[in-house]
C-alpha cells in the first residue's frame, strides 16, 4: 500500500510530534495493571501503567514511561488515545490489526485513522518491533496476573 509523498511527510510530522510531545506519559491513577516491555535488538523500554473501569472490562486510561526512538515514543502515544474508553476485549482485538497495519496488511477505519500514520513503517521490517512495543506490551498486562482490580501492582 503506497502512501502519497505529501501524507507521507504529514505522517512523519505527527511521529515526531508525538514523540517529542507525548500527551500519555506517567502512571495512571489507580494503576490497575502494569507491565515493562523491553526490545533488547534495539535498547526500547517502555511501561505501561492502566486504569480499568469499575466492572474491569473496560480501559479508563493508558500511560507510559521509558525510553526509546520516535516510532516507539509515538506509537505508545498513539495507543494510548485509540484505546481509552475500549473493552478490554476490544483492545486484545486492536494488538493484532495493530501488528497487520504495520506489516501493510490492514488499514484501520475512520474512527482510528491516526495510527495510520504508522503504515509506513512496513517499508523498515527492521522497525516494525519498535512500533509494535508498546501494543505487545499492552496485550501482555491485559493477559497476564500483572492485572489487578484496583489495586496497586509493583
Same mark, same amino acid.
Given at each position: ?56 472490562? +473496560? #480501559? ?14 509515538? &506509537?505508545?502515544? =498513539? ?10 476485549e476490544e483492545v486484545v482485538s486492536m494488538v493484532q490489526c495493530f501488528r497487520d497495519m504495520v506489516m ?22 527492521? +522497525? #516494525? ?14 493477559? &497476564?496476573?500483572? =492485572? ?7
Amino acid at each position: 500500500m503506497a502512501i502519497p509523498i505529501n501524507q507521507r511527510s504529514l505522517h512523519q510530522q505527527i511521529i515526531v510530534d508525538r514523540s517529542k510531545k507525548p500527551r500519555h506519559q506517567g502512571k495512571t491513577n489507580p494503576v490497575d495493571g502494569y507491565y515493562r516491555g523491553h526490545n533488547p535488538l534495539c535498547g526500547d523500554t517502555i511501561e505501561l501503567t492502566l486504569q480499568l473501569n469499575s466492572t474491569g472490562d +473496560r #480501559i479508563e486510561d493508558v500511560k507510559f514511561e521509558g525510553q526509546g526512538c520516535a516510532i516507539a515514543i509515538a &506509537s505508545a502515544d =498513539l495507543m494510548a488515545d485509540a484505546v481509552r474508553g475500549k473493552s478490554v476485549e476490544e483492545v486484545v482485538s486492536m494488538v493484532q490489526c495493530f501488528r497487520d497495519m504495520v506489516m501493510g496488511q490492514y488499514e484501520f477505519p475512520q474512527e482510528l485513522r491516526k495510527l495510520n500514520v504508522l503504515q509506513g513503517i512496513s517499508q523498515f521490517p527492521v +522497525r #516494525i518491533k519498535c512500533a509494535t512495543l508498546s501494543w505487545h506490551t499492552l496485550k501482555a498486562v491485559l493477559e &497476564s496476573s500483572h =492485572l489487578t482490580q484496583h489495586k496497586v501492582v509493583q
